[in-house]
C-alpha cells in the first residue's frame, strides 16, 4: 500500500512546484459524488484512483508516466477538495462531503436536533419497488401553507421526502448505504459517527423549524395531518375543505413505529362507530364519538378517554379503533411503563397514547398524563458526566383502560371521561382477526365522515358559547361545534359531558378515604358543620374511628396508619381542597378561612341538589332528551323534529315564588344566556341584590350554575 500519511515539509515544498501531469496529456479531478480521485488521459475519464501499488505501476507504464510524478500528483488532488482549499482527506470528510451533496436541506427542530431532509428516490431518478404507484392513490393537489411551511420545492408523487435526525439510526443507514454505492467501499462507524457530528453542529447555524407528531396547526383553523405513508403524503383541512396533498412541508417527525393512515373516502358514515361502543347511555356514546373525531384539533387540551369493565367486555375495541382512525401505530395498544422517564418518552412519540389493563396510577404517573392532556414539558440532565439538559414538550392524545378506574386523583378524573363498557351480548363475540378485518373495513369510510364533520366545526367553531363551565374549556368549545356539525344540539352534548361529569364525582369520592371518612363521620355523628383547624378536625375523626379502649389505647385498625389516610394535617387539607368540588355535589362545601393566629377549614352540610326534604315542592320541566334512534339519525345525517321528556327537579319552599318567575322569563329567552346575564336582566324585578344568591337559585337547573334555553319555549312549568 501507498504510504498515506501526514506530508513532510519537503514533499509539500515538491507538491507546490510540480507543474502537473499536463505534459502527459492527464489531469486528476475529484468526482462530484463520492468525493473520489478520477484520472483523466486527453479529456477522458481513465479510471479511479486506487492506493495500490499494483495499480499505479500499471497505469504509469500504460501512459508512461513517471512513478514519481504520479505519487505526488495523487497526494496533492488529495489535499484538494472541490472548492481548491487544501486539506488532510479523510472517510469522515468524505461522508460529510457526500451527504451534503445527497441531502435536500441541513435544518434543526425546536429542541436544537439536527435534522436532514432527504428525497426517497434513488440515484438514477427511478423509485424503488417500494415507492411504486399505488393504483388508488388520488391525483396530485397542491395547497399553498404558511411562509414556514412552504415546499422546499416542486414535488411529485414519484419524488416524497423523508427528513431523520442526524443522530439517528435511519440516518445512519442512509449514509452508509450511499457511501458503498459512491465509492465502491464501506466506511467505518468511526467515519460516519465524526461525519454526523459535524454536520450536527453545523445545523446549529441553519433555520430553526417546529416539528410535529402526525398533526399540525397550518395557521388560523387550517391543520395538517401526516398519512406516514411512503408517499409523504398528507391531509390538509381547513374551512374550505379537506384534500389528500403530496407535495408537503417537510414539519413531521416520524418515529420506527409510525403505520400509514388508511386513505380516507369521501361521503363517509359515523354511524359505523355505533357497533363499537358498548355503552348504555346515549350521552356516553355521543361523548366518545365527539372525543375521537376532537383529535383531529392539534395544539389544544383534549379529554382523555377511560375505559372500565369487567374482563370480556372488550375494552380496548374502541380504544383500538381510536388507534387506527387518528394514529395508526405497529406498536398497537401500549403497556404503562414504570418508570416515569419511559413514560414520558413513549407519550413524546405518540400522538395518541393509550395505555391497555392498568391496575392502579401512582401520583406521579397521574402527574404526568395531566401535564400531557393539556400542555406540559419536562427537562432532564442529558448525561450524568454533563449539565447539558435534554427537554421535551409536548401536549398528547391520552386513553387508558381497565376492570376497575385507575384513577385516584381529581386532576385527572377532571380531564377524563369515563366510560363504563358492558358485556358483550351472546353470539355477538368477534375473534381479533374478525375486528381487525372489521376496523380495516370500516376505517377509511369513518376517517372520511370524520374529515366532512371536523370542517363543518371549524365554520361553526368561532360563534360556539358554551355554558357549560367545565375545566376542559377546549374540549367543551369543540365538543359543541362537533356536535352541531353532526346534526345535534348544544344541549346534547353539554347534557352529555354534564352526565359524566356526575359519574365522576361518585368515583372522585370513592377514591379519596379522605372524603369518604368526613361524610361518615358527619352522617353518623349527626353533625351539619365541622369548623377548625385541620389538625383539630383529622384528630376529632381518628379518635371517633378508633376510640379508646378500657386501658386508654385506641382501639381497632388505626385509620392513622391506613394507606390512603394523611399523616399531617396539611395533606388532610390539601386533600379536601381536591376534592372540595365533588363534595358539593353530594351536599358538603369545603371552605378555608384564616385569622392572624391560625388557619381553620369549615364543612358544612346542605341539602344535596335534586333532594327530597321538607318545604320542597316538584315540578315538572320539558326537556328534549338524547336517545340512541336520535344519535343514530344524526349520525347517519338523518335527523327528525325530537320529542320532549319530563324532567322532575326539587325546588326548595323558600325560593318558590322566584323560582317561579324565573321559568317565566325563561320563556322570553331567544337564545342561551349565562346567570350574569340574566342577573344583570331579571334582579330588580326579582328582588335579588347579590349575584351568588341568584346563583343559588338555579343550581337546579344545572350543576355548574349555568342555564340555558336553545329556542324560546325550551323549558316549561307545570306544577304537580
Same mark, same amino acid.
Given at each position: 500500500?501507498?504510504?498515506?500519511?501526514?506530508?513532510?515539509?519537503?514533499?509539500?515544498?515538491?507538491?507546490?512546484?510540480?507543474?502537473?501531469?499536463?505534459?502527459?496529456?492527464?489531469?486528476?479531478?475529484?468526482?462530484?459524488?463520492?468525493?473520489?480521485?478520477?484520472?483523466?488521459?486527453?479529456?477522458?475519464?481513465?479510471?479511479?484512483?486506487?492506493?495500490?501499488?499494483?495499480?499505479?505501476?500499471?497505469?504509469?507504464?500504460?501512459?508512461?508516466?513517471?512513478?514519481?510524478?504520479?505519487?505526488?500528483?495523487?497526494?496533492?488532488?488529495?489535499?484538494?477538495?472541490?472548492?481548491?482549499?487544501?486539506?488532510?482527506?479523510?472517510?469522515?470528510?468524505?461522508?460529510?462531503?457526500?451527504?451534503?451533496?445527497?441531502?435536500?436541506?441541513?435544518?434543526?427542530?425546536?429542541?436544537?436536533?439536527?435534522?436532514?431532509?432527504?428525497?426517497?428516490?434513488?440515484?438514477?431518478?427511478?423509485?424503488?419497488?417500494?415507492? $411504486?404507484?399505488?393504483?388508488?392513490?388520488?391525483?396530485?393537489?397542491?395547497?399553498?401553507?404558511?411562509?414556514?411551511?412552504?415546499?422546499?420545492?416542486?414535488?411529485?408523487?414519484?419524488?416524497?421526502?423523508?427528513?431523520?435526525?442526524?443522530?439517528?439510526?435511519?440516518?445512519?443507514?442512509?449514509?452508509?448505504?450511499?457511501?458503498? #454505492?459512491?465509492?465502491?467501499?464501506?466506511?467505518?462507524?468511526? &467515519?460516519?459517527?465524526?461525519?454526523? *457530528?459535524?454536520?450536527?453542529?453545523?445545523?446549529?447555524?441553519?433555520?430553526?423549524?417546529?416539528?410535529?407528531?402526525?398533526?399540525?396547526?397550518?395557521?388560523?383553523?387550517?391543520?395538517?395531518?401526516?398519512?406516514?405513508?411512503?408517499?409523504?403524503?398528507?391531509?390538509? %383541512?381547513?374551512?374550505?375543505?379537506?384534500?389528500?396533498?403530496?407535495?408537503?412541508?417537510?414539519?413531521?417527525?416520524?418515529?420506527?413505529?409510525?403505520?400509514?393512515?388508511?386513505?380516507?373516502?369521501?361521503?363517509?358514515?359515523?354511524?359505523?362507530?355505533?357497533?363499537?361502543?358498548?355503552?348504555?347511555?346515549?350521552?356516553?356514546?355521543? *361523548?366518545?364519538?365527539?372525543?375521537?373525531?376532537?383529535?383531529?384539533?392539534?395544539?389544544?387540551?383534549?379529554?382523555?378517554?377511560?375505559?372500565?369493565?369487567?374482563?370480556?367486555?372488550?375494552?380496548?375495541?374502541?380504544?383500538?379503533?381510536?388507534?387506527?382512525?387518528?394514529?395508526?401505530?405497529?406498536?398497537?395498544?401500549?403497556?404503562?411503563?414504570?418508570?416515569?422517564?419511559?413514560?414520558?418518552?413513549?407519550?413524546?412519540?405518540?400522538?395518541?397514547?393509550?395505555?391497555?389493563?392498568?391496575?392502579?396510577?401512582?401520583? +406521579?404517573?397521574?402527574?404526568?398524563?395531566?401535564?400531557?392532556?393539556?400542555?406540559?414539558?419536562?427537562?432532564?440532565?442529558?448525561?450524568?458526566?454533563?449539565?447539558?439538559?435534554?427537554?421535551?414538550?409536548?401536549?398528547?392524545?391520552?386513553?387508558?383502560?381497565?376492570?376497575?378506574?385507575?384513577?385516584?386523583?381529581?386532576?385527572?378524573?377532571?380531564?377524563?371521561?369515563?366510560?363504563?363498557?358492558?358485556?358483550?351480548?351472546?353470539?355477538?363475540?368477534?375473534?381479533? &382477526?374478525?375486528?381487525?378485518?372489521?376496523?380495516?373495513?370500516?376505517?377509511?369510510?369513518?376517517?372520511?365522515?370524520?374529515?366532512?364533520?371536523?370542517? #363543518?366545526?371549524?365554520?361553526? %367553531?368561532?360563534?360556539?358559547?358554551?355554558?357549560?363551565?367545565?375545566?376542559?374549556?377546549?374540549?367543551?368549545?369543540?365538543?359543541?361545534?362537533?356536535?352541531?356539525?353532526?346534526?345535534?344540539?348544544? $344541549?346534547?352534548?353539554?347534557?352529555?359531558?354534564?352526565?359524566?361529569?356526575?359519574?365522576?364525582?361518585?368515583?372522585?369520592?370513592?377514591?379519596?378515604?379522605?372524603?369518604?371518612?368526613?361524610?361518615?363521620?358527619?352522617?353518623?355523628?349527626?353533625?351539619?358543620?365541622?369548623?377548625?383547624?385541620?389538625?383539630?378536625?383529622?384528630?376529632?375523626?381518628?379518635?371517633?374511628?378508633?376510640?379508646?379502649?378500657?386501658?386508654?389505647?385506641?382501639?381497632?385498625?388505626?385509620?392513622?396508619?391506613?394507606?390512603?389516610?394523611?399523616?399531617?394535617?396539611? +395533606?388532610?387539607?390539601?386533600?379536601?381542597?381536591?376534592?372540595?368540588?365533588?363534595?358539593?355535589?353530594?351536599?358538603?362545601?369545603?371552605?378555608?378561612?384564616?385569622?392572624?393566629?391560625?388557619?381553620?377549614?369549615?364543612?358544612?352540610?346542605?341539602?344535596?341538589?335534586? $333532594?327530597?326534604?321538607?318545604?320542597?315542592?316538584?315540578?315538572?320541566?320539558? #326537556?328534549?332528551?338524547?336517545?340512541?334512534?336520535?344519535?343514530?339519525?344524526?349520525? $347517519?345525517?338523518?335527523?327528525?323534529?325530537?320529542?320532549?321528556?319530563?324532567?322532575?327537579?326539587?325546588?326548595?319552599?323558600?325560593?318558590?315564588?322566584?323560582?317561579?318567575?324565573?321559568?317565566?322569563?325563561?320563556?322570553?329567552?331567544?337564545?342561551?344566556?349565562?346567570?350574569?346575564?340574566?342577573?344583570?336582566?331579571?334582579?330588580?324585578?326579582?328582588?335579588?341584590?347579590?349575584?351568588?344568591?341568584?346563583?343559588?337559585?338555579?343550581?337546579?337547573?344545572?350543576?355548574?350554575?349555568?342555564?340555558?334555553?336553545?329556542?324560546?319555549?325550551?323549558?316549561?312549568?307545570?306544577?304537580?
Amino acid at each position: 500500500m501507498v504510504n498515506t500519511g501526514r506530508l513532510t515539509d519537503k514533499v509539500k515544498e515538491e507538491i507546490e512546484q510540480l507543474p502537473g501531469l499536463t505534459k502527459y496529456e492527464c489531469h486528476i479531478e475529484r468526482a462530484t459524488i463520492g468525493g473520489g480521485l478520477i484520472l483523466c488521459h486527453k479529456g477522458k475519464s481513465h479510471s479511479e484512483i486506487k492506493d495500490t501499488n499494483k495499480y499505479r505501476d500499471s497505469v504509469c507504464e500504460e501512459l508512461k508516466i513517471p512513478r514519481n510524478d504520479f505519487d505526488l500528483a495523487i497526494t496533492s488532488a488529495k489535499r484538494k477538495t472541490i472548492d481548491g482549499e487544501n486539506i488532510d482527506e479523510n472517510p469522515g470528510a468524505i461522508v460529510v462531503k457526500i451527504a451534503k451533496n445527497h441531502a435536500i436541506e441541513f435544518f434543526r427542530d425546536q429542541y436544537h436536533t439536527g435534522y436532514a431532509t432527504i428525497t426517497a428516490k434513488g440515484d438514477d431518478g427511478d423509485r424503488g419497488d417500494d415507492y $411504486s404507484e399505488s393504483p388508488s392513490a388520488p391525483a396530485l393537489y397542491t395547497v399553498e401553507p404558511l411562509e414556514v411551511l412552504k415546499p422546499l420545492s416542486p414535488s411529485s408523487p414519484s419524488s416524497p421526502k423523508k427528513i431523520f435526525p442526524i443522530n439517528s439510526k435511519q440516518f445512519k443507514w442512509w449514509i452508509a448505504d450511499l457511501y458503498h #454505492k459512491t465509492t465502491k467501499q464501506t466506511a467505518s462507524s468511526e &467515519a460516519i459517527k465524526s461525519a454526523s *457530528l459535524v454536520l450536527e453542529a453545523q445545523t446549529q447555524n441553519q433555520k430553526m423549524r417546529i416539528l410535529y407528531n402526525r398533526f399540525a396547526p397550518n395557521g388560523d383553523l387550517s391543520y395538517w395531518w401526516d398519512m406516514g405513508d411512503d408517499y409523504g403524503r398528507a391531509i390538509h %383541512y381547513d374551512k374550505d375543505g379537506w384534500e389528500i396533498v403530496y407535495d408537503t412541508p417537510p414539519i413531521f417527525r416520524r418515529y420506527p413505529h409510525t403505520m400509514p393512515l388508511p386513505v380516507p373516502e369521501k361521503d363517509g358514515n359515523l354511524a359505523l362507530f355505533l357497533p363499537y361502543l358498548s355503552l348504555t347511555e346515549p350521552g356516553d356514546k355521543l *361523548l366518545a364519538i365527539v372525543a375521537t373525531i376532537s383529535y383531529l384539533i392539534p395544539e389544544v387540551p383534549h379529554i382523555g378517554t377511560t375505559i372500565t369493565g369487567r374482563q370480556g367486555t372488550g375494552k380496548s375495541t374502541l380504544h383500538r379503533l381510536m388507534q387506527n382512525l387518528i394514529d395508526p401505530s405497529s406498536a398497537d395498544l401500549l403497556t404503562l411503563p414504570s418508570k416515569n422517564d419511559d413514560l414520558i418518552q413513549t407519550i413524546e412519540h405518540h400522538y395518541l397514547s393509550i395505555f391497555d389493563n392498568i391496575g392502579n396510577l401512582t401520583s +406521579s404517573q397521574s402527574d404526568i398524563l395531566c401535564r400531557a392532556i393539556t400542555g406540559g414539558g419536562n427537562e432532564k440532565r442529558e448525561l450524568y458526566t454533563t449539565d447539558d439538559s435534554f427537554i421535551r414538550r409536548f401536549i398528547r392524545c391520552i386513553g387508558i383502560n381497565g376492570i376497575s378506574v385507575p384513577i385516584e386523583k381529581s386532576d385527572l378524573f377532571s380531564r377524563n371521561a369515563l366510560f363504563p363498557w358492558v358485556p358483550i351480548k351472546a353470539g355477538e363475540r368477534k375473534t381479533d &382477526a374478525e375486528m381487525m378485518e372489521s376496523i380495516s373495513s370500516d376505517a377509511p369510510k369513518l376517517i372520511g365522515a370524520m374529515l366532512d364533520v371536523i370542517v #363543518k366545526s371549524i365554520n361553526i %367553531y368561532p360563534d360556539v358559547k358554551p355554558t357549560l363551565n367545565a375545566r376542559m374549556a377546549d374540549f367543551v368549545k369543540w365538543g359543541i361545534a362537533i356536535t352541531k356539525s353532526i346534526g345535534l344540539n348544544q $344541549s346534547d352534548f353539554e347534557e352529555a359531558y354534564k352526565a359524566n361529569l356526575s359519574t365522576q364525582d361518585d368515583e372522585i369520592i370513592k377514591s379519596s378515604m379522605v372524603a369518604e371518612q368526613v361524610i361518615r363521620y358527619m352522617e353518623e355523628t349527626n353533625q351539619t358543620l365541622l369548623e377548625g383547624t385541620a389538625t383539630k378536625i383529622k384528630t376529632s375523626i381518628e379518635e371517633w374511628v378508633n376510640p379508646l379502649d378500657g386501658y386508654g389505647r385506641p382501639s381497632g385498625d388505626l385509620l392513622s396508619k391506613k394507606p390512603g389516610w394523611p399523616r399531617t394535617a396539611n +395533606s388532610f387539607s390539601t386533600m379536601l381542597t381536591e376534592v372540595a368540588e365533588s363534595l358539593e355535589t353530594f351536599g358538603y362545601v369545603f371552605s378555608k378561612s384564616r385569622t392572624k393566629k391560625s388557619r381553620g377549614i369549615k364543612i358544612e352540610k346542605r341539602s344535596a341538589l335534586g $333532594s327530597d326534604g321538607d318545604g320542597q315542592k316538584t315540578f315538572d320541566l320539558v #326537556k328534549i332528551p338524547l336517545t340512541d334512534e336520535r344519535l343514530l339519525e344524526a349520525l $347517519s345525517g338523518e335527523v327528525v323534529e325530537p320529542v320532549g321528556e319530563i324532567k322532575t327537579v326539587e325546588v326548595p319552599k323558600s325560593i318558590m315564588n322566584q323560582f317561579k318567575r324565573i321559568i317565566e322569563l325563561m320563556g322570553e329567552l331567544d337564545e342561551k344566556a349565562s346567570p350574569e346575564d340574566m342577573f344583570t336582566a331579571w334582579s330588580d324585578e326579582l328582588g335579588i341584590t347579590s349575584l351568588e344568591e341568584f346563583k343559588k337559585l338555579i343550581l337546579v337547573l344545572g350543576r355548574e350554575g349555568t342555564i340555558y334555553q336553545p329556542t324560546p319555549g325550551y323549558w316549561k312549568l307545570t306544577e304537580n
